[in-house]
């Protein structure tokens, strides 16, 4: 199912996985925002080529937030998504953070599960954040994306 990956921070802009961050946020100028703060880490197969990439967002001193998360459409459903969050909770822990956080789309139905499958909880609801932050309408599994849902765990 999933062969070996290794997971890399990338500390040279240029390298920026604009592909990969892309499929999970519509929006380059929302991602250029965020990416000012962010840690960025690549998951790559023997071929160093990433295949997954998680941006990880320091809110303050308790709470850092999974910003961003993707795998590569051909490499999806062998388990690199599930390899990231935990990578992302080890790194939560070892950097001090009380809190993991992470947001996704109402509409996101596969992400909810596989984050509640990790222990993620729902803490609070965003009405309407897609509908005022993005231009172009969202739309997933048949739905409308409009509200952002927050999910918390402890590390």
């Known amino acids: 199912m999933l062969k070996k990956i290794e997971i890399s921070e990338v500390k040279n802009p240029q390298e920026m996985p ?5 499929l999970a946020d519509p929006s380059k100028e929302v991602i250029d925002k965020y990416l000012k703060k962010c ?15 998680v941006a990880l967002y320091p ?19 062998q388990g690199i998504g599930s390899k990231l969050i935990d990578f992302s909770i080890q790194q939560a822990k070892k950097l001090g953070y009380e809190y993991i956080e ?3 789309g109402n509409s996101s139905l596969g992400q909810l599960y596989l984050y509640q499958k990790h222990g993620f909880r ?13 231009d172009e309408p969202i739309i ?3 739905l409308v994306c409009k509200d952002m849902l927050i999910l918390v765990k402890k590390p």
């Open 18 to 22: 604009y592909a990969l961050l892309l």
């Open 39 to 53: 840690l960025v880490f690549t998951a790559c197969s023997k071929n160093k080529i990433p295949c997954g990439v």
């Open 59 to 77: 809110h303050n001193n308790k709470t850092i937030e999974i910003k961003n998360i993707a795998v590569a459409t051909d490499h999806q459903n």
């Open 102 to 104: 992470i947001g996704t």
């Open 122 to 134: 729902i803490k609070r609801i965003l009405t309407d954040f897609f509908v005022l932050n993005y």
């Open 140 to 142: 997933e599994n048949g």
